[in-house]
């Protein structure tokens, strides 16, 4: 009888190691994504500012490479490339 009582007692403490690491495992699973996920937003807001600076910059750019005049009396307006 108490052969058995310590036999279910070591399967109990060796549920509860296993257990245990399960848990530590699930733990640093989250970190690791959560980690991911910080990465990923950060990167998302660095494409995303780059993108603007590239728009803005195209936007200039335009322009800077044309420019409008009018046309003495007959007020026609016109495109010049540069």
Excluded at 27 to 47: D, F, M, N, P, Y
């Amino acid at each position: 009888m108490e052969e058995m009582k310590m036999e279910r007692e070591m399967e109990r403490e060796e549920l509860r190691r296993q257990l245990e690491h399960e848990r530590r495992e699930r733990e640093e699973e989250k970190k690791g994504r959560e980690e991911e996920q910080k990465q990923i937003a950060h990167l998302t807001s660095l494409v995303t500012e780059f993108l603007k600076e590239k728009t803005q910059t195209h936007k200039s750019s335009i322009h800077h490479d044309r420019a409008m005049y009018s046309t003495g009396g007959t007020n026609t307006r016109y495109m010049v490339e540069l």
